[in-house]
Each structure stands twice: as C-alpha cells, then as structure tokens.
C-alpha cells in the first residue's frame, strides 16, 4: 500500500470512530423542549452570538422577542436590521444606555423594572419560540431586579420557549439554571490598542 493509501485508511478509521462518537450523542438526546442558555464572560462576543441565534429562528419564521437592558442610547446595528426588516421580532430596549454613564441608581432601577415587565410578558407566552434577555446578568449583579424573582421566571416559562441571557458574570445560580453555558474569553481587544468601535462590526 502507497503512503497516501495508508494515511487515507488511517483518516477513515479516525472518521469512522467519530462518527460513532457523534451519532451516539444524538441517538441519547431525547429531550424535546426549549433550552435556557447563558452567554458571559469579558470577551467579546456574547450579543452578537444572541443575535446570530435570532437569525436562525427567523430563518424558520419562528417568533423572537429581544429585550436589551442597559443598551440604548446609542443606536445598533441589530437594532436597526431588526427595527426595519423584522417584524417577526418583538424588540425593547431599557433605553438608559451604560449604567455607569447614567450614575443614577434609583433609575436605573425604575427603568430595569419597567423592562422586565416585558420581558416578563415574553416570558409567559408561549407563541414565542426564543427570547433573548440581553444584559441581563448587570441587572442581577448590581441588585436592579431581585435575582430569585426572575430565576422563578426563567425556570416557569413555556416547555417549549428557548431562552437566551448574555452578560457577564451572573452568579451561580443563573449558571445552575442554564442548560448551555458559554463563556467569551478575552485574549485580546482592538479598544487596548487605541482602535475605535467599528460601525458595522461593534455596534
């Protein structure tokens, strides 16, 4: 046998076995309902991917609800595509933008409590297939809304309702809750080497 017969037959035996691997970790997935998913960490990344999920379930023509807290004044690229050619997508914003340029506690605890009114409403209305709760982690770590109350919401939602929350931290109970959690490492960002935000690609 040539030395690429050798390699090809060693590949297809590494593929077969793999291929094994995989067929049988789909063959034990039998759960069918929706899937609570945590995006954290200090990478960038964690909406974005939020939004890539918004774009898979449209591509279905499933129904999306997006609620963003701290985000807001400063307009976004998803906020425009999805404003303007989505209607499918039900999306608020807290609309206060960073809470550390607002500097104003009482607030911006009015205005997290107001947004998680609507969230609240996604939550318990199953036509909805995803909701996204963007940032949310800040409004559980800075003490904004009461961690216990939207935990019962998250575990009390529809069978079937996905849910996705980005933001750092979050502590470890939204960890315990989540059934995927993915944490964004940062290695490097373009903002330490005096790079501005992108349009188009940061907002």
């Not at 995989?22 to 929706?34: K, L, Y």
């Not at 997508?89 to 960073?98: D, S």
């Not at 409403?121 to 297939?129: C, I, K, M, N, T």
Request: hydrophobic content about 40%; charged content about 25%; glycine content about 10%.
């Amino acid at each position: 046998m040539t030395d690429d017969g050798k390699k090809q037959l060693s590949h297809q035996k590494k593929m077969e076995k793999l291929k094994d691997s995989v067929d049988a970790s789909i063959a034990s997935a039998d759960i069918e309902r929706g899937v609570s998913i945590l995006l954290t960490g200090n990478g960038k990344g964690k909406s974005s991917s939020a939004f890539g999920m918004v774009m898979r379930a449209l591509g279905y023509d499933y129904k999306v609800g997006v609620v963003q807290f701290i985000k807001g004044e400063q307009l976004s690229g998803e906020e425009l595509y999805v404003r303007d050619h989505c209607p499918a997508v039900r999306f608020y914003q807290m609309g206060t933008g960073f809470t550390w340029d607002t500097q104003d506690r009482s607030g911006d605890i009015a205005a997290a409590q107001r947004t998680w009114a609507v969230a609240l409403e996604l939550l318990v209305d199953p036509s909805y297939h995803l909701v996204v709760l963007d940032e949310l982690t800040y409004m559980l770590s800075f003490k904004y809304l009461d961690q216990e109350t939207v935990l019962a919401a998250l575990r009390d939602r529809p069978e079937n309702q996905s849910v996705v929350v980005t933001g750092r931290g979050g502590g470890s109970e939204l960890v315990s809750w989540a059934d995927t959690v993915s944490e964004v490492k940062e290695i490097k960002h373009a903002y330490n080497a005096g790079i501005k935000a992108r349009l188009g690609v940061d907002f």
